[in-house]
């Protein structure tokens, strides 16, 4: 959601992770019931639904950055690698960055 800017389900769906359906769906909610995600019918549709992260969602950035970090030096990752080289350059700027985004999109 955050480095890839998706929001979707659809979107989700056909990311190069290739998740399951059940599995995505599962995923969603359980994140959606932690409180890391709000869930909210789109405004282009109404059977399609929009993901943003909540507050306590946008948290978990300088975390995943370090994991992000950690899997790049230590296990064969697929990092995009502009993501990789900014992350690098600045870790605290690009948290900064990631963070705002996130805000940004959950406010919109």
């Known amino acids: 959601m955050v480095f890839?800017?998706?929001?979707?389900?659809?979107q989700f769906l056909h990311s190069a992770?290739?998740?399951a359906t059940?599995?995505?769906?599962?995923?969603l909610a359980v994140l959606e019931s932690q409180g890391l995600l709000?869930?909210?019918v789109a405004a282009d549709k109404k059977s399609?639904?929009?993901?943003?992260?909540t507050e306590k969602g946008v948290d978990t950035v300088p975390v995943i950055i370090e994991l992000i970090l950690w899997g790049a030096k230590h296990c064969p990752t697929i990092v995009a690698p502009g993501l990789l080289e900014e992350l690098l350059a600045g870790k605290d700027a690009a948290?900064?960055?990631y963070q705002q985004l996130a805000r940004e999109k959950a406010l919109a």
Do not use: H, P
């Open 4 to 10: 890839a800017g998706k929001s979707t389900y659809g």
């Open 17 to 19: 992770e290739k998740i």
């Open 22 to 27: 059940n599995v995505l769906a599962d995923r």
């Open 38 to 40: 709000t869930k909210a």
């Open 48 to 53: 399609k639904f929009t993901y943003r992260l």
């Open 95 to 97: 948290v900064e960055k």
